[in-house]
C-alpha cells in the first residue's frame, strides 16, 4: 500500500530518526555443498540493476574492479550503483524515496526498511526464493524465521546481508584503543578499568605535548549526526556491563526495555567524560568537528586513544599503516568502569542483520532474486570474500592460501587494493557464511579465521599482543561463552513503526540525547548531576515511557516470532 502525502511529508521531517548500528555472531558450522550455478542463457544476458547503498562505500570502483568483472563475466549483470556518503547513514535519501516513490532496483536501507515497507516499496521475496534461490535457502535455513518482517506481517522484504550466518568471532575491532606507540614507550600497562585507561594518555601526553609538530590529542570521539551513537553514547553499555541494543536497555529476564541512559551507571560513566574533558583529556572539538575532520585527526597520528569500532576510523588508521605509521595505530581492550564488570563485546546476537531488497521498481525480479542467489553460492561467496584464483590466491594441497605480496598490500595499501581487486566490496548484495563457517573443500568462506587473522598484523600490533600475552585481541576481551545467546538479537534491527506517535516522541528524545549529552560532558564538574537529570526529565517529559512501552511490546513479540515461546 502507498503512503498517503501526509505520510511522506512525515517521513522526510523523521529522515534522521531510524539509524542504528551493530554486528552479531554465532556457532561455528561447516557449509552444504555448492547448489549455484553461473546460469543459462537468460541468467547471463546483459542486464543492469539499479542499487542504492545506505552505508558509505569509498572504494566502489563501478564493477570495473577484478570482482566485479569477475561478477557480471559470470552472470551478465552489471550494477548502476549509488552509496551514501559521510555519516549519513542513508536517512534522507530512503526517506526522499519513500516521499517520492522512486526507487532502485534494489535497496541495502539499513534501519530505513520499514520506511521503505510502509511506502509500499518493497516486494515480497518469500516466493521468490522458494522458486528460483537455492542458495538463499541453504544458507538461511533454519533462520528463515527471522527473516520475516513482524508477527502480523510474515513476508520477507529483505535478506540479511550485512552478518554473516553462523559468524564466529576470531578479533575484537572495538572497544577502548590505544595506539601501540603509547603502550610500547610506558612498559605495556595494565589497561582494564576507565582509570587505567585515563592515566596512559594522561602519562603519555605530559611527556610528549606534541605529535609531529601538532597538539597531541589524548582522546577525540565522533560525534558527526548518527555516529554520537558509536562512539560517545553506545559504548556506555559496554563500560557497565550490558550489551549494546542501541538506544534501549533490555532487561534478559522480563524484555522490558528503556532508553540505556536512565541506568544510574551509565549516568557514572557520562561523568568520567565530562571529567576527562575537564582535565583536557578528551578533544575540545569532539562536539563540533566532522566525520573527515575525525578521520584527519587520526590519520595524522596525533591521536593517541580512541573508543570506536575500527570499521568507523578504519579508512584513517589504514593511511597509517601506508605510509609505514604502523606504530601510531590501535590495540583494542575491554575497559570498564571497574574489574568486577565484563564487557559484552561478544555476547552472541544469533543470526541478525541488516539487509538487501528488491523494490517495486525492479522491472524483472526473477533475474534479480537469481542473480542475489548467484552471489550466494559457494562460487560466488569465494569470489567476494578471496578473489581470482592465480591472481588473488592460490590452492597448496587443497587449502587456499593468499600468496605474501598480496598480504601485504591487502594490509599496508587497503584502499588501493580494494578498489582494483573489489574484495570485500560486494558483501551487501547477497547472503553470506561468516567468519569460522568450511565450505565443501574444508576451506574456510571468509579469509578472516585465526591464522589469516595474525598474519595480517603488523609487526607494532604482534609485539603489544605479545605483551599481553594475547595471539588476538578477542583474547583480551570476555568470552562470548560467558554469556547467553540474546533471544531478540540485535535490537537495533528491529523493525519499529514508521509513523504515528512512536515517531514523534523518538525524534523528539534523540533531539534531547543529541543536545544534552554533550551539555552533560562538557558541564562543570558541579553542574554534572544538575544536567543529567534535567536530561533525564525531558525525556519523561517528552513521552519516553510511551514509547519504551510500544518497544518492549516489539521486543517481546520478537522473541516469541523467534523462540516460539509465549511472551507476555
Known amino acids: 500500500m502507498k503512503i498517503s502525502k501526509a505520510s511522506r511529508l512525515v517521513a522526510l521531517v523523521l529522515a534522521g530518526s531510524l539509524m542504528l548500528a551493530g554486528c552479531s555472531s554465532s556457532k561455528d ?205 553506545n559504548p556506555a553499555f559496554l563500560a557497565t556491563g550490558a550489551p549494546d541494543d542501541g538506544e534501549y536497555y533490555i532487561d534478559p529476564a522480563t524484555y522490558e526495555a528503556k532508553l540505556h541512559y536512565k541506568r544510574p551507571e551509565e549516568k557514572e560513566y557520562f561523568r568520567w567524560l565530562n571529567h576527562m574533558y575537564t582535565e583536557g583529556l578528551l578533544d575540545k572539538d569532539t562536539f563540533i568537528q566532522k566525520d573527515d575532520q575525525y578521520k584527519a585527526k587520526i590519520s595524522s597520528g596525533r591521536v593517541l586513544g580512541l573508543i570506536d569500532q575500527e570499521w568507523d576510523y578504519q579508512d584513517a588508521e589504514n593511511a597509517l599503516k601506508s605510509s609505514g605509521k604502523n606504530e601510531y595505530t590501535y590495540a583494542h581492550f575491554p575497559v570498564t568502569i571497574s574489574e568486577d564488570i565484563k564487557d559484552k563485546s561478544m555476547q552472541s546476537t544469533g543470526f541478525d542483520g541488516y539487509g538487501i531488497g528488491i523494490t517495486t521498481s525492479c522491472k524483472d525480479p526473477v533475474r534479480a532474486i537469481k542473480f542475489l542467489d548467484w552471489l550466494a553460492s559457494d562460487e560466488g561467496q569465494v569470489l567476494r570474500n578471496w578473489g581470482i584464483e592465480g591472481k588473488h590466491y592460490k590452492v597448496e594441497n587443497g587449502k587456499r592460501v593468499i600468496p605474501q605480496d598480496v598480504q601485504n598490500r591487502k594490509v599496508n595499501d587497503a584502499s588501493n587494493f580494494a578498489k582494483e581487486t573489489g574484495i570485500g566490496l560486494y558483501a551487501a548484495f547477497s547472503a553470506r557464511y561468516g567468519d569460522g563457517v568450511k565450505d565443501s573443500t574444508g576451506n574456510y568462506y571468509t579469509t578472516n579465521f585465526p591464522e589469516q587473522i595474525v598474519a595480517s598484523y603488523s609487526d607494532a600490533e604482534k609485539e603489544s599482543l605479545k605483551a599481553y600475552k594475547a595471539t588476538t585481541w578477542k583474547d583480551l576481551f570476555p568470552s562470548e561463552k560467558e554469556f547467553p545467546v540474546k533471544e531478540w538479537g540485535a535490537a537495533y534491527n528491529m523493525t519499529v513503526p514508521t509513523d504515528g506517535e512512536y515517531q514523534v516522541i523518538f525524534k523528539k528524545t534523540q533531539d534531547i540525547i543529541r543536545k544534552s549529552i554533550p551539555e552533560a560532558i562538557l558541564s562543570k564538574p558541579g553542574d554534572f548531576d544538575r544536567v543529567y537529570d534535567n536530561f533525564l526529565a525531558s525525556l519523561d517529559k517528552a513521552g519516553a515511557p510511551k514509547m519504551e512501552a510500544e518497544y518492549t511490546k516489539l521486543v517481546k513479540a520478537r522473541v516469541a516470532l523467534w523462540t516460539g515461546k509465549d511472551v507476555k
Open 29 to 233: 558450522n561447516t557449509g552444504a555443498a555448492d547448489t549455484g550455478k553461473a546460469g543459462d542463457t537468460e541468467s547471463t544476458a546483459p542486464v543492469t540493476f539499479t542499487f542504492f547503498g545506505a552505508d558509505a562505500s569509498p572504494n566502489w570502483n563501478n564493477m570495473k574492479d577484478d570482482v566485479g568483472q569477475e561478477i557480471t563475466k559470470k552472470t551478465g549483470v552489471t550494477i548502476n550503483a549509488e552509496y551514501d556518503v559521510g555519516s549519513g547513514g542513508g536517512d534522507n535519501k530512503v526517506s526522499l524515496m519513500a516521499a517520492s516513490g522512486e526507487y532502485p532496483d534494489m535497496i541495502f536501507a539499513k534501519g530505513n526498511l520499514g520506511m521503505l515497507v510502509d511506502a509500499g516499496a518493497m516486494i515480497d521475496l518469500t516466493d521468490l526464493i522458494e522458486k528460483h534461490a537455492p542458495n538463499l535457502k541453504k544458507i538461511y535455513s533454519s533462520n528463515m524465521n527471522r527473516l520475516k518482517y513482524s508477527n502480523e506481517d510474515p513476508k520477507i522484504y529483505s535478506i540479511p546481508t550485512n552478518a554473516g550466518v553462523d559468524n564466529v568471532v576470531f578479533d575484537a575491532t572495538g572497544g577502548f584503543e590505544i595506539q601501540h606507540r603509547v603502550l610500547k614507550e610506558l612498559g605495556y600497562p595494565k589497561v582494564r578499568t576507565l582509570k587505567d585507561y585515563e592515566n596512559v594518555l594522561k602519562q603519555y601526553v605530559a611527556k610528549h605535548p606534541t605529535t609531529n609538530g601538532q597538539p597531541t590529542i589524548p582522546l577525540t570521539l565522533n560525534a558527526d549526526d548518527w555516529k554520537i551513537m558509536i562512539t560517545v553514547t
